[in-house]
């Protein structure tokens, strides 16, 4: 099952091949089990085993919206928490020691946009504009202290994420908080593919192009610490809530590891794709300076 978000803020489901037709969740009569988008969510959580049944009110819908122009599925996450350095490629392009644990950090839930919303730019902050193709990890049922064992079970789904960064940001500032969690630092979506379709999570095709040029070609099973490994060592020490969303880091191939390195420039389009998960594509655009 696929659950996505229009621009208007409608919640939608989709099943089968067709990725234009999808059932609202108001027709469903579907109700949120508290306030907002997040509460919205739970009440999927909570009916999911009925809602994906083959005979299920889902698979019983006409579809009654068409082509919709989506957000991301999670306009504000409660959590956005990332891992960097997790991909064996990634390390070994940027010729750095192998992490023993997680390296985790956070990015601002107001840095997500959309799968097809502008990244901005703006000169007056940063001039080594990068991406990082990644795949998000969405939790459905908080996860508090959870074995790696069952920790996929606390697993809604999977999207695409693009962890936009300021490199010079990075370099000059030992918190990376500027540097990642900028608005529009956080392209999210198409939508979140639910985890019952995904047969392995460190199984999946990701790759990047920029205006065409392929830059990032991996697959997740290159990935250090995979899903399940993160979820359990994060849940240590945090509650994860329904709606957090965990990006677990990216593979080689981003501007800075070029030679010579190559920033992404106002016009830019950013292609981001993991299979069976579908796409971003975010042009860069120009932020004025604000005073």
Not at 215 to 240: K, N
Request: hydrophobic share 40%; proline share 7%; net charge negative.
């Amino acid at each position: 099952m696929r659950i996505a978000r229009t621009v208007d803020g409608a919640l939608l489901l989709g099943r089968g091949p067709d990725l234009d037709a999808w059932v609202s969740a108001r027709s469903l009569g579907l109700r949120g089990t508290g306030s907002g988008e997040l509460g919205e969510l739970a009440g999927v959580v909570d009916l999911l085993p009925r809602l994906g049944a083959p005979d299920g009110p889902l698979a019983a819908a006409s579809p009654d919206v068409l082509s919709p122009q989506l957000a991301a599925p999670l306009r504000r996450p409660g959590k956005i928490v990332a891992v960097g350095l997790n991909y064996l490629s990634h390390i070994d392009e940027v010729g750095k020691p192998v992490p023993q644990s997680p390296m985790v950090f956070a990015k601002y839930p107001s840095s997500v946009t959309g799968p097809t919303g502008p990244v901005e730019l703006d000169r007056d902050t940063t001039a080594e504009l990068d991406y990082e193709a990644e795949l998000a990890v969405v939790v459905g049922r908080p996860a508090r202290r959870v074995s790696q064992d069952r920790a996929l079970e606390h697993v809604l789904g999977y999207c695409v994420a693009n962890d936009v960064s300021a490199r010079d940001l990075q370099r000059s500032e030992s918190q990376v908080s500027r540097s990642k969690g900028q608005d529009t630092f956080c392209p999210l979506g198409p939508w979140i593919t639910t985890a019952d379709e995904v047969d392995d999570p460190q199984d999946l095709w990701i790759r990047t192009t920029v205006n065409g040029e392929l830059r990032q070609d991996s697959v997740t099973s290159d990935l250090l610490f995979g899903v399940a490994s993160l979820i359990a060592h994060l849940s240590r020490t945090m509650t994860l809530e329904t709606g957090d969303v965990v990006l677990t880091g990216t593979p080689s191939g981003v501007g800075s590891g070029m030679v010579p390195p190559c920033y992404l420039s106002e016009g830019d389009v950013v292609h981001c794709e993991i299979e069976g998960l579908g796409s971003l594509r975010n042009t860069v655009v120009a932020q004025g300076s604000a005073w």
